[in-house]
């Protein structure tokens, strides 16, 4: 039997990017019971790619209650809806099997992961005030993409002066933004930029230089996408809600690795369910972005656990 059900987890606080803002994660929690074992998978619907919680529970709604894996790479397509059905399915084959999802994949049991700790879009003032919050953290993501962000970026640095900063432009910027900003990125030592342009525009990136990484997201769903990303990213964001699963981002990273493309791991703003099968994939990323529970005013329980290691392998209690 397969359930999905809407859940919602208020945040600590208001969460901005460059598309709006939110002030609850509303999630996808789906469920597999078979034999009397349960398995669950989180995803979160995201409107920028067509979903909402409505469509996706729709999508799982009318899956055979049967289904495999395997089939289930077929029966539905990259998103959200495959993501909370694949992870469940997961889950479910580990406990079935008494046995844990890494030994199943065939993995290295998983170890923690530094994980990075994202300060929405807001004031320079604001911002500022995050960073000495979280300076810290060792690992700082900046949410921008105005036409106004030097101000932020420059209070964040002041901010947290020791922390390494990772920008997320979510699309907001224009090739003249991004390469009148390239310079200052580079002397307040950002170590990367997350998808600066738009995804249906970003084929200027392989005539601008790099002087900092250039990371693809929103341009990156799963494998098919990778040989459109040659010559314009120096890295990928693998993310379970866009690839479809867990099943689907085993095998990107693998192709990604093979084609010496440098690996990001991130998420949604979700809870730990949906954090813990991506701490696989991200055994093999530079950069880690698996903070969704740290956003949360209230997480699910048993949660991960985070500290100075970062973001620890999830008990089978929990997920897998």
Avoid at 60 to 73: D, E, N, V, Y
Avoid at 172 to 179: S, V
Avoid at 301 to 311: F, I, K, N, R
Wanted: charged share 20%; net charge neutral.
């Amino acid at each position: 039997m397969i359930t999905a059900t809407l859940d919602t987890f208020p945040l600590a606080r208001a969460f901005t990017i460059s598309r709006g803002s939110k002030t609850e994660a509303r999630v996808i929690t789906a469920t597999v019971t078979r034999h009397g074992i349960t398995g669950r998978g989180e995803s979160v619907p995201y409107a920028r790619y067509g979903e909402t919680p409505e469509t996706v529970l729709a999508q799982i709604a009318a899956l055979p209650h049967g289904i495999t894996r395997a089939a289930l790479q077929d029966a539905l397509p990259p998103g959200a809806a495959r993501n909370a059905v694949d992870c469940a399915l997961w889950d479910w084959e580990a406990k079935a099997a008494n046995t844990r999802v890494w030994h199943l994949a065939g993995l290295a049991p998983p170890k923690p992961r530094i994980t990075a700790f994202t300060l929405s879009l807001d004031t320079p003032q604001t911002m500022r005030a995050q960073a000495s919050e979280n300076a810290h953290r060792p690992l700082l993501k900046i949410k921008l993409g105005t036409p106004d962000d030097m101000p932020r970026l420059e209070a964040v640095r002041a901010g947290a002066p020791r922390a390494t900063i990772i920008i997320d432009a979510n699309e907001g910027w224009t090739p003249e933004i991004y390469t009148d900003l390239a310079p200052h990125l580079l002397r307040l030592g950002v170590a990367l930029v997350e998808q600066p342009l738009p995804a249906k525009a970003d084929g200027m990136l392989s005539e601008i230089p790099h002087p900092i990484p250039v990371c693809a997201d929103e341009s990156a769903h799963d494998r098919r996408s990778l040989p459109s990303l040659k010559g314009k990213y120096d890295m990928v964001n693998v993310k379970l809600d866009k690839t479809g699963g867990l099943t689907e981002a085993l095998l990107m990273v693998a192709e990604a690795r093979a084609a010496n493309l440098p690996l990001m791991v991130g998420c949604m703003v979700g809870t730990s369910l949906a954090m813990a099968p991506a701490i696989l994939p991200a055994q093999h990323a530079t950069f880690t972005d698996l903070d969704g529970p740290l956003l949360l005013a209230r997480d699910r329980t048993p949660a991960l656990h985070y500290d100075g290691e970062g973001v620890h392998p999830p008990d089978a209690a929990l997920w897998g």
